[in-house]
């Protein structure tokens, strides 16, 4: 009976002292549980492309620095800081972050188009600089429409539209089916007044894409050049002669009087 009394004692005894080791451990597991993970560059860098695509360029742009924040040398994060600040038109502040991407990843063609992007952008304006920056971009991915576009922006801005065309030409070569490279030659040779050369890269592009607004745009201008050039010849066909015939009637009265 004592024996039996002193087991059961024993028992009881052991009892409040698991417990509280059993309540400790299980209340350090919830709080590892509980607490959130820390932020990482990645998640806000995916942030930071979704808020991009869905075109919510002001949260991009926070997602953007929330990663540069973690990881300030992600060149991913400044090329996309740069994309969000370009598409918001603030040209001036998208400098700084795609001039350390091409610091940082000197191989990087995008990071040079971006830097260019920057440049031609209006609040910046430095179209040297922006032809310096693309001709590297060009040099680093000779495919790509957008450095050759951009390249050719930049030379027109520079009054070198000669040059803007052998660039669009190449995009050309490479993107035969890029109507919107064909309404740009044209509207390089509608500037050069090659007005048969627009017209026939119009003529190609609206076969492609006949709502095209951009091609109807420079096939306006360029028929009201050609209408303006036929009414100017015509009249100069009409003038000339008249005041030709004219000057010679008055000399001949003139003889004639004397």
């Known amino acids: 009976m004592n024996l039996w009394l002193i087991f059961g004692l024993a028992l009881l005894g052991q009892t409040p002292a698991a417990a509280p080791d059993g309540g400790a451990g299980t209340a350090a597991d919830s709080d590892a549980a509980a607490a959130p993970a820390p932020p990482s560059a990645d998640g806000a860098l995916l942030k930071c492309r979704d808020a991009f695509a869905a075109g919510q360029f002001e949260r991009a742009l926070q997602e953007c620095n929330a990663a540069l924040r973690i990881d300030p040398n992600r060149v991913e994060a400044m090329l996309m800081k740069t994309r969000a600040l370009l598409s918001l038109g603030d040209g001036r502040s998208a400098l700084s972050p795609a001039r350390m991407a091409t610091s940082l990843a000197p191989d990087n063609a995008e990071a040079f188009l971006l830097l260019g992007q920057a440049y031609l952008q209006e609040l910046n304006q430095d179209y040297p600089r922006a032809e310096e920056a693309l001709r590297k971009a060009a040099e680093l991915d000779p495919v790509s429409r957008d450095v050759r576009l951009a390249l050719a922006k930049a030379l027109s801005f520079q009054k070198r539209v000669e040059e803007a065309v052998t660039e669009l030409r190449a ?88």
């Open 171 to 258: 995009a050309l070569d490479r993107h035969p089916d890029d109507t919107s490279v064909m309404v740009k030659l044209a509207e390089s040779y509608y500037v050069l007044r090659k007005l048969d050369l627009a017209e026939r890269y119009l003529k190609e592009a609206l076969e492609k894409n006949p709502s095209d607004p951009d091609a109807l745009r420079v096939q306006e201008q360029v028929r009201s050049r050609q209408s303006y050039n036929f009414w100017v010849l015509l009249l100069a066909a009409i003038i000339i002669p008249t005041l030709w015939f004219g000057i010679r009637w008055l000399k001949r009265g003139r003889v004639v009087k004397e």
